[in-house]
Nanobody
Framework: QPQVVESGGGLVQPGGSLRLSCAAS????????IGWFRQAPGTEREGVAC???????IYADTVNGRATISRDNAKNTVYLEMESLKPEDTAVYFC??????????????????????????WGQGTQVTVSS
């Protein structure tokens, strides 16, 4: 059974950085699009970044220039590194896998690939709080 598990969240001061991990099991994550999402209380889940099986990365405008998504195939893990964190980055962060190929079927790589509906396997999330 495919599964993804997030880790690495916590309390970070404004301007700080962190690295979130998304460990995949039951499938080889490097063949598929893996996405990072976040959800703050009272808001809809929003896409942050995704990485396709061909290595193409897409970022939301809200984090572009502050986030880097990468993968370690030996560890079957995808990472999200964020810097210059702001209080508005506070949210539960989720990773998700698109094993059905919906992101690639949506057309050329674009922010459309950050739509949560394209992903079918989700982790439980990890809390990130940016506060002094």
């Amino acid at each position: 059974q495919p599964q993804v598990v997030e880790s690495g969240g916590g309390l970070v001061q404004p301007g700080g950085s962190l690295r979130l991990s998304c460990a995949a099991s039951g499938f080889n994550q490097d063949y598929y699009t893996i996405g990072w999402f976040r959800q703050a209380p009272g808001t809809e889940r929003e896409g942050v970044a995704c990485l396709t099986g061909t290595g193409r990365s897409i970022y939301a405008d809200t984090v572009n220039g502050r986030a880097t998504i990468s993968r370690d195939n030996a560890k079957n893990t995808v990472y999200l590194e964020m810097e210059s964190l702001k209080p508005e980055d506070t949210a539960v962060y989720f990773c998700a896998a698109d094993l059905a190929g919906r992101t690639l079927a949506s057309g050329p790589p674009s922010p459309k690939m950050l739509r949560p509906i394209y992903y079918e396997y989700w982790g439980q999330g990890t809390q990130v709080t940016v506060s002094s």
